[in-house]
């Protein structure tokens, strides 16, 4: 791709910023990690996501201290949004600040599509320092693992007794235990693999779109002389 620094910062999807591989910029300050991610977090698209995801456990009745009905739901979503709140803010702003990380995904554009989506996976793996040299992810992993054990043990529904229509006194155990942090972590962790591998190819989708939409506004001023 063809442009200045400056039009590599043309795409930006929820969470982090989407760059060329190739670019060159200044690693960003500690105040730009945080404004980053806010405006990732807080992205109006991301509410129906959430919405979504505890849509899903509910009818899987994941949790099932949490209950059922509006109330239950609301607790999901409320779940779904602090795990994901503290999650982005772990992985993407406290721990590359710390540990001077770049948390911006550089996309590579080159070859198939088998071989850049493992690219983009590899990425969970392998990030940029601020310096510009690979390492280990460790915000990724660490922070990630850290986030799912401060939201797991501080609002997952603890032991309690719940309704149903079979025991109006059903003992749920607690979720606040080392299995459910994990698998809190795995879902975490998933969730942004399909993140990256989306932002790898979202230039693509971009540029199409693009030119649909020139194509379409010369179609419509040729047929209006």
Do not use: C
Not at 83 to 95: H, K, L, P, R, Y
Request: glycine share 8%; net charge neutral.
């Amino acid at each position: 791709m063809e442009g200045t620094s400056n039009d590599r910062l043309l795409y930006a999807l929820p969470n982090f910023l989407t760059l060329e591989k190739g670019a060159k910029l200044p690693p960003l300050t500690v105040k730009d990690k945080f404004k980053v991610v806010a405006l990732g977090t807080f992205d109006p698209v991301q509410y129906p996501w959430w919405a979504s995801i505890a849509a899903v456990g509910q009818a899987a009745n994941s949790e099932p201290g949490y209950g059922q009905g509006w109330l239950g739901y609301a607790k999901r979503y409320g779940a779904t949004a602090g795990d994901s709140t503290i999650e982005n803010f772990m992985v993407g702003a406290i721990f590359p600040s710390i540990i001077h990380q770049d948390p911006r995904f550089y996309y590579s554009e080159h070859g198939g599509f088998v071989r850049r989506t493992g690219y983009a996976i590899s990425r969970i793996f392998v990030t940029r320092t601020d310096s510009g040299h690979a390492e280990f992810n460790y915000s990724e992993i660490f922070g990630s693992a850290t986030a799912a054990a401060i939201s797991t043990y501080t609002y997952h529904p603890k032991s309690t007794y719940v309704r149903t229509p079979t025991n109006p006194h059903l003992f749920v155990p607690s979720d606040r235990t080392l299995t459910n942090t994990a698998n809190v972590w795995g879902t975490q962790v998933g969730l942004d693999t399909i993140t990256i591998v989306i932002k790898e190819f979202w230039p693509d989708i971009h540029h199409k779109l693009a030119h649909k939409s020139e194509a379409k506004t010369a179609a419509a001023a040729s047929s209006n002389p």
